[in-house]
T-cell receptor
């Protein structure tokens, strides 16, 4: 089946640790995105990539990092510099950019313990 | 700066009722508008995509309209069912290539 796979579904992080969230797509999409969702705040864009080996900061990039070494993969690292990382993280992709239909993964819920 | 607003924030209706969800945006220079459904703890499922040159799109019991000049879109759900209970999000695509979301309308359809 074609789609976007995020893993893990649940992730727990200790204070001061970096963690990496996985996002893989087999839709042959060029563009990939990471969003953060908090209750009452909607979805906010963290990073996006429109082509391999290139990515741009979104609205809330501080404390996060990404890489795009392969077309199908766009991992997100939540670093210790992110002061409030507990949230639901959603990965999305589209054919070229957000001017075409976007498809989302099932999300990763990150909790700081 | 583009802002997207969805009203109401929550809606409860009896099964079988037709209903309308509203979405408004401040900058009419959009490329498209997309409606999504989100079930609790899940990702987003794309329902309908309306290009800026289109006025409406239909899929089954769903109909979405777009009035770019007034900055409004509506999602019409006909003959609602309990399985329609979810949060519905609208999002607009701007010239920066970003998708900007409203905060959603949480719908409950009671049997």
């Amino acid at each position: 089946d074609g789609g976007i796979t995020q893993s893990p579904k649940y992730l727990f992080r200790k204070e001061g640790q970096n963690v990496t969230l996985s996002c893989e797509q087999n839709l042959n999409h060029d563009a990939m995105y990471w969003y953060r969702q908090d209750p009452g705040q909607g979805l906010r864009l963290i990073y996006y990539s429109q082509i391999v080996n290139d990515f741009q900061k979104g609205d809330i990039a501080e404390g996060y990092s990404v890489s795009r070494e392969k077309k199908e993969s766009f991992p997100l690292t939540v670093t210790s510099a992110q002061k409030n990382p507990t949230a639901f993280y959603l990965c999305a992709s589209s054919i070229k950019n957000m001017n075409t239909e976007a498809f989302f993964g099932q999300g990763t819920r990150l909790t700081v313990v | 700066k583009q802002e997207v607003t969805q009203i109401p924030a929550a809606l409860s209706v009896p099964e079988g009722e037709n209903l309308v969800l509203n979405c408004s945006f401040t900058d009419s220079a959009i490329y498209n508008l997309q409606w999504f459904r989100q079930d609790p703890g899940k990702g987003l499922t794309s329902l309908l995509l309306i290009q800026s040159s289109q006025r409406e799109q239909t899929s089954g019991r769903l109909n979405a309209s777009l009035d770019k000049s007034s900055g409004r879109s509506t999602l019409y759900i006909a003959a609602s069912q309990p399985g329609d209970s979810a949060t519905y999000l609208c999002a607009v695509s701007s010239n920066t290539g970003k998708l900007i979301f409203g905060q959603g309308t949480t719908l409950q359809v009671k049997p």
